[in-house]
């Protein structure tokens, strides 16, 4: 069964220290692995897909990388605005098979 | 360009009442998709359409959650009778590809409480 575990479950930042967001996962043939933002009472927001092992992404502040069992989302210099939850997702290379979710990562930015 | 429309925002009804969910995709965007994300737990998937047709129903919990999409336009999930454990997000989500290039396009979810 495909799975997905992030960690941590919630981590609290000062403005400007960066830190990185783990995504593990288990999936028969993966297709993409997916990076969404989720603010309160909205839905999550797409930001990367990866697609194989040693490919990066960037997006401001934000960069993922993946691995064959993992992937990283790097916050650099991250600002108040960046709090919000970060969800990983997996897709199975079967099909138009669904997205497989991570329970997320809640960040805080203190100012 | 409208985004995914989910409506009501929130809904709170009785154990035992009928609740119908509504999402109304992306113009043109063929694939479908609902999930729900119940409390303290993560997203899941429900189920997906192309077009009008179910593609893939592998995640609807039983028989008392019923989704049609008419004429492949917006989709409505039914709840009915709606028990206790039937509370969370429901999420519904579109794209035009796979989802892979420009990822699933998600409304801001129902957010439904069973008391």
């Known amino acids: 069964e495909d799975q997905v575990t992030q960690s941590p479950e919630a981590l609290r930042l000062q403005e400007g220290e960066s830190s990185s967001l783990n995504c593990s996962y288990t999936?028969?043939?993966?297709?993409?692995l997916f990076w969404y933002r989720q603010d309160p009472g909205k839905g999550p927001e797409f930001l990367f897909t990866?697609?194989?092992a040693g490919e990066e992404k960037e997006k401001e502040r934000l960069k993922a990388t993946l691995t064959k069992k993992e992937s990283f989302l790097h916050i650099t210099a991250p600002k108040p605005e960046d709090s919000a939850t970060y969800l990983c997702?997996?897709?199975?290379?079967?099909?138009?098979?669904?997205?497989?979710f991570g329970k997320g990562t809640r960040l805080s930015v203190i100012a | 360009e409208a985004g995914v429309t989910q409506f009501p925002s929130h809904s709170v009804i009785e154990k035992g009442q009928t609740v119908t969910l509504r999402c109304d995709p992306i113009s043109g965007h063929d694939n479908l998709y609902w999930y729900r994300r119940v409390m303290g737990k993560e997203i899941k998937f429900l189920l997906h359409?192309?077009?009008?047709?179910?593609?893939?129903e592998s995640g609807m919990p039983n028989n008392r959650f019923l989704a049609e999409r008419t004429g492949g336009t917006y989709s409505t999930l039914k709840v009915q009778p709606a028990e206790l454990e039937d509370s969370g997000v429901y999420f519904c989500a579109s794209s035009q590809d796979i989802g892979q290039i420009y990822g699933y396009t998600f409304g801001s979810g129902t957010r439904l409480t069973v008391v």
């Open positions: 359409f192309v077009k009008e047709s179910k593609q893939d």
């Open positions: 997702a997996v897709q199975r290379n079967s099909g138009n098979t669904p997205l497989v």
């Open positions: 999936v028969s043939g993966l297709r993409g």
């Open positions: 990866l697609y194989s």
